[in-house]
């Protein structure tokens, strides 16, 4: 099992910044490729971000490429999305994921933190 728990998530004006964070416990998710995925009021679950397992490889929406930098300590077993340029459409409650396989479905999620983005 893993435990996936969110930091960093809070209120920005339009235009700033935020990192969030995501610690794992459990299992160390070295071998792990993580994501970031967010959920607006009222819309479903979409994509943001992911990594895979060395950090070699990162996909981004293309809602956020450019402003977005999704990164990864396996040291520290800690996954991290630094959010640049926020706008009003980045107001979502955002997951951090983990999946044992390189591409296919996630297989463990953090309980989400609020990001909002007041213009």
């Known amino acids: 099992q893993v435990q996936l728990v969110e930091f960093g998530g809070g209120l920005v004006q339009a235009g700033g910044s935020l990192r969030l964070s995501c610690a794992a416990s459990?299992?160390?998710?070295?071998?792990?490729?993580m994501g970031w995925l967010r959920q607006a009021p009222g819309k479903e679950r979409e994509f943001v971000a992911s990594?895979?397992?060395?950090?070699?490889?990162?996909n981004y929406a293309d809602s956020v490429k450019g402003r977005f930098t999704i990164s990864r300590d396996n040291a520290k077993n800690t996954v991290y999305l630094q959010m640049n340029s926020l706008k009003s459409a980045d107001t979502a409650v955002y997951y951090c994921?983990?999946?044992?396989?390189?591409?296919?479905?996630?297989?463990?999620w953090g309980q989400g933190t609020q990001v909002t983005v007041s213009s």
């Open positions: 994921a983990a999946a044992r396989a390189p591409s296919g479905p996630y297989d463990y």
């Open positions: 459990g299992r160390i998710i070295s071998s792990y490729r």
């Open positions: 990594i895979s397992w060395s950090g070699g490889s990162t």
